[in-house]
């Protein structure tokens, strides 16, 4: 499968598409630090600066679309600028959805906040009703995968309409669902060999040591990382998150050629 990485921060979608076996074809983002990064870890990968610029025609052809739309206005953490999906940086939303419309690809990933549930999913899933498009979403917590920070994001899969296989959760449900939350788990027991960290820690270090063990910076680097660097891990998705919703949709496309 061929993934094109919308809002791409460090790539994380792309890093767990890697391990799947998935191809990183194009990515989007705008931080010119982040476009360094992208381009020395996909090479063969177009890159597109700003997403209110980049033209459908332009979009290699990809099975799989994520999406980590800025949640500046949904997050409740902005106590004074909180204001809904619409918002000037959390609008970007449409953009991906306005593309979608164009390229029709087989599935789109929304990640962001939890509270997206009560400051606009209403809007998301009314665009992509509007351009033919069911979706499924859920909750997951980095901790439920086994990783020793809660991190909890919301994940929204659509896909066009007529291609589910029945009514009610597809991605997120079954048995294939539940064994890969397994694997999940016990690869995060492989990587996090420590107890969590203790009452009031900011998790920081805990971070930095799943980028280390997922992304193979060296232990002795990593205390070196800069701010900007720090602030796009904090910004990013958790790998075992990334991981476990491509494996899901990754095992949807199969079933679904399948006909079962």
Not at 7 to 14: D, E, L, Q, T
Not at 161 to 186: D, I, N, P, T
Request: net charge neutral.
């Amino acid at each position: 499968m061929r993934l094109i990485d919308f809002f791409a921060g460090i790539g994380m979608f792309s890093r767990a598409g890697h391990e799947l076996g998935m191809q990183t074809v194009a990515w989007v983002e705008i931080e010119p630090f982040l476009q360094t990064y992208l381009r020395r870890h996909y090479p063969e990968a177009k890159g597109f600066s700003d997403i209110g610029r980049t033209a459908p025609q332009k979009l290699p052809a990809a099975e799989v679309w994520t999406a980590g739309f800025p949640c500046q206005d949904i997050s409740v953490a902005n106590v004074k600028g909180r204001t809904n999906i619409n918002g000037t940086r959390s609008g970007l939303y449409q953009k991906t959805v306005d593309l979608a419309g164009h390229c029709r690809p087989a599935y789109l990933v929304f990640e962001n906040t939890p509270a997206i549930r009560v400051a606009g999913l209403d809007q998301l899933l009314l665009s992509l009703a509007q351009i033919g498009y069911d979706a499924e979403w859920t909750t997951i917590s980095a901790g439920e995968l086994g990783a020793p920070i809660y991190r909890e994001r919301f994940f929204l899969v659509a896909s066009p309409s007529g291609q589910r296989l029945s009514e009610g959760l597809e991605v997120f449900a079954g048995e294939f669902a539940e064994s890969w939350r397994k694997e999940m788990q016990a690869r995060a027991k492989g990587w996090y060999p420590l107890q969590p960290p203790p009452s009031g820690s900011d998790g920081y270090e805990v971070w930095r040591d799943a980028i280390v063990a997922a992304g193979g910076l060296a232990h002795d680097a990593a205390p070196e990382l800069s701010a900007g660097r720090f602030k796009a891990l904090g910004n990013s998705v958790h790998w075992l998150q990334a991981l476990y919703v491509l494996g899901c949709v990754q095992n949807h496309y199969h079933r679904t050629k399948q006909g079962v």
